[in-house]
């Protein structure tokens, strides 16, 4: 009788510690009122940021390669002159996911992000899924977008070949590891920019920032008045409004959603935003 009254409890034992140290915690939340109470109490990041900065480093975050490469592809091959609904559309369906982030960031503004938002409202166990979903998204992505360096600047050359040896990419023989001195250069000034402080660096995107959306505006400028003043000369497509039809307008529109992201950094600053009463 005592023996299986041991057994009993033990078991028991074992299941509470399953549940709150096992699959239990995965389903853990934080909440709202103790994560601002500790914000409050502990340290935090300074609060420097103004509207405008960051309004400049979503646009920022926002206007990259995607808007320059997807807009001809997309309307060659998909929606034709409808890309501007194509566009009307998937900027429909990223507002309200920013409407979102804009809610989430405003209750709890905090520098994690989805990881954070995740751990309130879902558990721990989503959350640390998305956390290291966002590690993985902005080294990746990071790296990707620094090794683009290179094509692009041998074109101010006349091809990688003609790229002095100090800035074109070399393969190390027995290991097979392609160097490329220009992505390393470019991610140490970023990296140097981050560590100076965040109005430095939003400073600096501030300045991108502007000089890209300059240059977008002459490539519409220029583009389009040379390809209405010509008629397109150099291609042969489809007449009409929506020469790939309705669907095509959709496919688009689902191509093109990706020049919309990147948004979602902003949510990431909403701690160091400070707010003007």
Same mark, same amino acid.
């Given at each position: ?11 028991? =034992? ?11 915690? @995965?389903?853990?939340?934080?909440? %709202? !009122? ?39 592809? %997309? ?10 609904? =194509? ?27 989805? +990881?954070? +938002? ?15 979903? @966002? ?16 094509? $692009? ?8 070949? $003609? ?11 027995? @290991? ?24 430095? =660096? ?33 291609? !042969? ?9 309705? $669907? ?15 948004? !979602? ?13």
């Amino acid at each position: 009788m005592v023996a299986s009254r041991n057994m009993h409890s033990s078991s028991n =034992s074992a299941a509470k510690y399953c549940s709150s140290s096992g699959f239990g915690s @995965l389903a853990r939340r934080k909440q %709202v !009122d103790s994560v601002l109470a500790k914000r409050e109490q502990g340290p935090r990041l300074a609060q420097r940021l103004s509207v405008i900065d960051v309004v400049a480093i979503g646009v920022g975050a926002t206007i990259g390669a995607g808007v320059y490469v997807l807009v001809g592809t %997309v309307a060659r091959e998909q929606a034709g002159p409808a890309l501007t609904v =194509s566009f009307l559309i998937a900027g429909v369906a990223a507002a309200l996911s920013a409407f979102c982030y804009a809610e989430l960031a405003s209750r709890c503004p905090s520098a994690g992000s989805a +990881y954070h +938002y995740a751990y309130i409202c879902i558990g721990e166990g989503a959350a640390w899924l998305i956390g290291w979903a @966002l590690i993985l998204e902005y080294t990746l992505g990071g790296s990707a977008i620094a090794r683009g360096l290179t094509p $692009n600047l041998a074109l101010f050359f006349g091809g990688q070949e $003609n790229l002095p040896s100090l800035l074109s990419r070399h393969t190390i023989p027995a @290991l097979g590891i392609v160097v490329d001195p220009c992505a390393a250069v470019l991610v140490l000034i970023v990296t140097i920019l981050l560590c100076m402080g965040i109005k430095e =660096s939003s400073l600096a995107q501030t300045v991108v920032t502007t000089i890209n959306i300059c240059g977008m505006i002459f490539i519409i400028t220029a583009g389009g008045y040379i390809a209405f003043k010509n008629g397109w000369p150099g291609y !042969d497509l489809a007449t009409g409004y929506l020469p790939f039809g309705f $669907n095509g307008m959709l496919a688009g529109s689902g191509i093109v959603f990706f020049s919309f992201i990147g948004f !979602d950094v902003v949510a990431s600053t909403a701690e160091e935003v400070y707010y003007e009463h």
